[in-house]
């Protein structure tokens, strides 16, 4: 990841040759990859690539692994990682379970000090502060059901802080958010980040990676390529990673990436509606004036 940083000194997670999947063909095959620490990395690709299965090899959840996978130096055996904080897809999450804020981020607690059956009163407090610092403070007794989307996020990137962890993993941590929540987030992902905790994330969000992310891992059943957004955002490197036909725009510093397939496929109705595309629809004011043209200018 760039000369100064793959500095094996420098790393805080090394994949030395991993294999690595399930039952049946692995999932990913031939991983070198070196993650320093206090990076800000975000891992993409299609759907089936392997990109929650790199996140799930580091924690140590992954049952079959051939090579080696070191966080903080210490080989990654069966069972949790120490030192890892993990935030999955909130999909995965059973929403109807019956659990408060804040005893969702106790969870996070409790996995760390697995003898104590009650919350302290210190547990306590290390919840309200860390709620407060994220911005759901109000929220700690009410059920998880009732937040939304970033709320519920925000919940569980707080169970995966309570640890005082130095490597933070989020599983596509802004599907299903609007604009405005997935800025919040990767804003608030940043300042961890500057607080020294190493972030890796997978995200199907390409145009956002690039926007914000100074890290990028291409991957689809291995690593594809590596770096900064705007070296390896490019159609060849990208149609590589994805399979498909993707342009890479360029402007003012902005990176834009965009599937040309729904091109051709306009192109294929437009001419099989011969003439339709040349009329439309305005909606104009606030009683929504119905106009239509031919694309004729006005008389």
């Not at 070198?32 to 206090?38: E, H, K, Q, W």
């Amino acid at each position: 990841m760039g000369a100064t940083q793959s500095a094996p000194d420098r790393a805080l997670v090394e994949f030395e040759g991993v294999t690595c999947g399930y039952d049946g063909e692995p999932v990913l095959r031939d991983v070198d990859l070196a993650i320093p620490r206090g990076g800000f990395v975000g891992i993409v690709g299609p759907s089936g690539a392997g990109k929650t299965t790199l996140l799930r090899s580091i924690v140590g959840v992954v049952p079959r692994v051939e090579g080696r996978i070191t966080v903080g130096g210490r080989i990654v055996g069966r069972g949790a990682t120490p030192g890892v904080g993990w935030v999955p897809q909130l999909e995965t999450v059973d929403w109807q379970f019956p659990a408060t804020v804040r005893e969702v981020v106790l969870m996070g607690r409790w996995a760390e000090r697995r003898w104590r059956a009650w919350a302290s009163k210190d547990d306590r407090q290390r919840v309200d502060r860390l709620l407060d610092r994220l911005g759901i403070g109000g929220l700690a007794d009410r059920h998880i059901r009732q937040l939304s989307g970033g709320q519920q996020q925000r919940v569980f990137l707080a169970r995966a802080m309570i640890g005082d962890p130095s490597l933070l993993l989020l599983d596509e941590p802004t599907s299903g958010v609007d604009l405005k929540t997935r800025d919040d987030i990767l804003h608030l992902l940043a300042e961890l980040n500057a607080d020294g905790i190493t972030i890796v994330l997978t995200t199907h969000e390409l145009n956002t990676v690039a926007a914000h992310l100074p890290w990028v891992v291409c991957v689809n059943g291995r690593v594809i390529a590596e770096g900064d957004p705007d070296q390896i955002f490019t159609s060849a490197i990208l149609g590589r990673t994805y399979g498909a036909d993707l342009r890479v725009v360029r402007q003012d510093g902005i990176i834009l990436v965009a599937d040309a397939a729904p091109h051709r496929l306009r192109d294929a109705l437009r001419h099989r509606h011969d003439g339709f595309e040349h009329a439309h629809h305005e909606h104009v004011g606030p009683d929504h004036e119905h106009r239509e043209s031919d694309g004729a200018p006005p008389s």
